[in-house]
């Protein structure tokens, strides 16, 4: 099935009902909690919001020039299967999903399929993801809502598919963004809330973990149009340059453009 056309869309409101992220574990050593904390705090704390969306702008510029074909890593056909694929990933590396993928989506082609599933067969297929029986209801969930109310198609509307069991507003978006083209907001994974915090585009966020307030700043500094390209190229940029533990601030090309560069030595 060839992708929709892309269009461009208003944003929609972050509002309460968002899905509340867990806060840091308790005793985590003090220098790993500062340095997720207060590594944005610094020069880049002090921006005006024009310096920062100037800066933004040129990080998403490098971001295109490194990650050119840069794509969710779900592997997926068609809407459904991104969602059912999304659902998966929680908690869970895009790796293992998607060697769970292949056979889970030959068993169920439709919505109407995953809805008649038997919850037993479904739970011994994606296992292997973790939080099995939890996804199991979810899927199953989501197809019958997706049958019943959406004539066996996935909706392409933030309010429609925040309906859907298992779907807050991290997958919307991912549908939303990756399958039908409609920046309505940022996709916030660990890899974008690690990064946005040390190249300093989240301000108002307590932590990396702090989902919704790091959604609202990158929507404030991010070009639009860029909201899901720009969010491809940092879960890339977080994978093979800044990672958890160890960032290679040396071999970065963002680092002149980044807060946080040359300070985890």
Known sequence: MAKKMKTKTKPTKITSGAKKQTTATKGAAPAKKRSTKSQPKGAAGKESLDARRQRAERIVAELDRLYPDAECALTHK????????????????????????????KRYSSAKAFAEADVAELEAMIQSTGFFRNKAKSIIG?????????????PDNMDDLLTLPGVARKTANVILGTWFGKNVGVVVDTHIGRLAH??????????????????????????????????????HHGRQVCGARKPDCGACTLAPLCPSAHTFE
């Open 198 to 235: 040390r190249l300093g585009l989240s301000w108002r966020s307590r932590d990396t973990k702090d989902a919704v307030k790091i959604e609202l700043d990158l929507m404030e500094v991010l070009p639009q149009d860029a909201w899901t390209r720009a969010g491809h190229g940092l879960i």
């Open 78 to 105: 068609n809407a459904l299967e991104l969602l059912v694929a999304t659902i998966l990933s929680a908690q869970c590396t895009d790796e293992r999903v998607n060697k769970v993928t292949p056979a889970l989506f």
């Open 142 to 154: 989501a197809g019958r809502v997706i049958t019943d109310r959406f004539g066996g198609d996935v």
